[in-house]
């Protein structure tokens, strides 16, 4: 079987009789963003937990880099490169704006005790550059102010500016949103949008959950309409835009 | 001058408590009243082996530091099934089966009566008598202590701790492994408080279970959370504080059969009062029973 980069086949998933995902399956190339649009309960975000391992799936299959995730733990998958952010937003309020983000980078010497106390200056060296790279960043999106702030002190749309940022730094290379830009101000909607679609560049490729279709025909090459766990369609914004079921549902 | 140097003796013991408990703790967010358990066993393993085996000092530290840790990582095996609030009552389990162990296994542990006779810690060839000279012993082991928990507070491995306190969930989804950082830092809280265990039996030189009850416990606990859970001097702040409470309460005059009654309100009210209107403690930053502060 010739495998794509990120390739799910026939996920299904019940909670107690009901359906979460039916036969779900689709693929997604590098530097792709796919946009995942339906109704509430349609199963979105159970394809977010089954996919970086918090839930699993009850058949099917999920391929990612030639790597079968299915079964795997949580952890070790975001090890793999898959980044996620949440609806509810997530994110370490008790410590600071840069602490959160120098959370996020992937192995790193000094979070094994071991080379804390006989490898200090592996660890101090690591722990150095992480520090540059997440400073560098912040500036970019112009939070280096608030970088010693409590992450609680920043407000609704900076801390969703935050947790992709998160993302960002730990080097993933499947990035799923799970509603970046909702209930934040025009302008931060900008600057958040601005950075998605920077990522193909980058070699990244990301699925975005979105309500809004004006965010989804702006960021996304593909969008897949869901229902009840089952994929609807699939194609361009506009093509999945003008199909009737869409329509009708986007209209009930 | 002995009076005084008795005290300080009990202030670092103390404060080697706290600190280890802050790690568990203040670190991992995970309340555990096991605390004097593992203080207990510290001392018990100590003085049976230097009282039955003669054996050194430095062998009964490395038995006591792999006897805690392995039980520590026993213990926190539980928390990974169980939401935070039940962890507590896993401890106290633990807590209470380690007490009645000392207090029933009358042929190994002497039962309620305790073991005496417990003699002086022996360093190579200095043999460790007067208090003074206790006071120097602790005093490197309180620095030792603070300078290892100074480390791990200042590491990237601190603050994956601070991480899984606040949010499992999201720590989990930044790649990290949970289960290996709680037990890591759960072996090294349980070892560190075996250390205080010997150090506070060779020098009284005779214990009894009636030093490692759940009461002990709650009182290591108030010290972390008045002194500051979290905070790197909060309990050693907390440690002498409530150390010399009661002293003072002595020198105020209360006849002493009052006074331990009245310890016991007292501390209980304190630990309510803080945990009420200032969850940080008195230099701490971490607000602990407060969750998700936004």
Redesign the interface.
């Known amino acids: 079987m010739n495998l794509q980069w990120l390739q799910v086949c026939d996920l299904n998933k019940h909670y107690n009789g009901i359906i979460a995902l039916e036969d779900f399956s689709f693929q997604l190339k590098r530097s792709e963003i796919v946009g995942l649009i339906g109704p509430n309960g349609a199963g979105k975000t159970t394809l977010f937990n089954v996919l ?1 391992g ?1 839930v699993p799936a009850d058949s099917g299959q999920i391929f990612f880099n030639n790597i079968e995730l299915h079964k795997k ?4 998958i ?2 793999l490169g898959v ?2 952010t ?1 609806q509810d937003l ?6 600071s704006v840069l ?1 959160n983000i ?3 980078f ?1 192995n ?1 010497p ?4 071991v080379n ?2 006989f490898r ?1 200056g592996l ?1 101090k060296k690591a ?1 150095a550059k992480n520090r540059d790279f997440a400073c560098v960043t912040l500036k970019k999106v112009n939070l280096i102010d608030k970088a010693n702030h409590l992450t ?1 002190d920043l407000s609704y749309g900076q801390q969703k500016l935050l947790s992709l940022i ?1 993302c960002l730094v ?1 080097g993933a290379e499947l990035l799923l949103l799970d509603e970046p830009v909702a209930g934040i101000a025009p302008e931060m909607t900008e600057k958040i949008l601005s950075i998605i679609k920077e990522l193909p560049k980058q070699n990244k490729s990301v699925i975005i959950i979105e309500h809004n279709m004006d965010v989804i025909t702006q960021v996304c090459h593909r969008v897949i309409f869901m229902e009840s766990g089952k994929k609807i369609c699939e194609g361009t914004p506009q093509q999945v835009h003008s199909n009737p079921e869409v329509i009708e549902s986007y209209i009930n | 001058m002995d009076y005084i140097t008795h005290i300080l003796i009990i202030i670092g013991i103390y404060v080697i408590l706290a600190k280890s408990l802050n790690l568990i703790m203040g670190f991992s967010g995970l309340i555990s009243v096991a605390h004097s358990a593992f203080y207990g066993i510290g001392a018990y393993v100590s003085a049976l082996m230097t009282l039955k085996y003669e054996s050194s000092f430095f062998v009964t530290l490395l038995c006591v530091i792999v006897i805690n840790s392995l039980l520590g990582i026993i213990l926190i095996i539980p928390s990974f099934k169980v939401e935070k609030q039940y962890f507590l009552f896993i401890t106290f389990a633990f807590q209470v089966i380690v007490f009645n162990t000392l207090n029933n296994w009358i042929e190994l542990t002497g039962g309620a009566m305790g073991i005496s006779g417990i003699p002086p810690l022996v360093l190579i060839n200095w043999k460790i008598l007067s208090r003074y000279e206790y006071l120097l012993l602790i005093g490197v082991f309180v620095f030792i202590i603070c300078l290892v928990c100074g ?2 507070v200042k ?3 601190n ?2 701790l ?2 899984i306190r ?2 499992e ?10 289960i290996i950082y709680k037990m ?1 830092i759960f072996a ?1 809280g349980s070892s560190i408080a075996g250390i205080a265990g010997i150090l506070y039996a060779h020098y009284i030189s005779f214990i009894d279970p009636g030093s490692f009850t759940v009461m002990e416990s709650i009182f290591i606990i108030s010290i972390v959370i008045i002194g500051g859970a979290g905070s790197y001097w909060g309990p050693v702040l907390g440690a002498i504080l409530l150390v010399l409470f009661p002293e003072i309460l002595r020198f105020i005059g209360f006849p002493s059969s009052i006074a331990a009654n009245l310890r016991q309100i007292l501390y209980g009210v304190l630990l309510v009062t803080f945990i009420m209107w200032k969850p940080q403690g008195l230099i701490g ?3 602990f029973f407060l969750r ?3």
């Open positions: 970086n918090f733990s949580a952890y070790k975001a090890n980044a996620r949440f997530r994110l370490i309020y008790q410590i602490e120098l959370l996020s992937r790193q000094g979070e094994n005790l804390t106390f200090s660890c722990e609680s998160c730990s | 480390l791990i590491s990237p491995f603050r994956v601070k991480a606040e949010d969930v999201l720590a989990l989804t930044l790649g990290k492994n949970i890591t090294i930053s971490y607000k998700n502060a936004k």
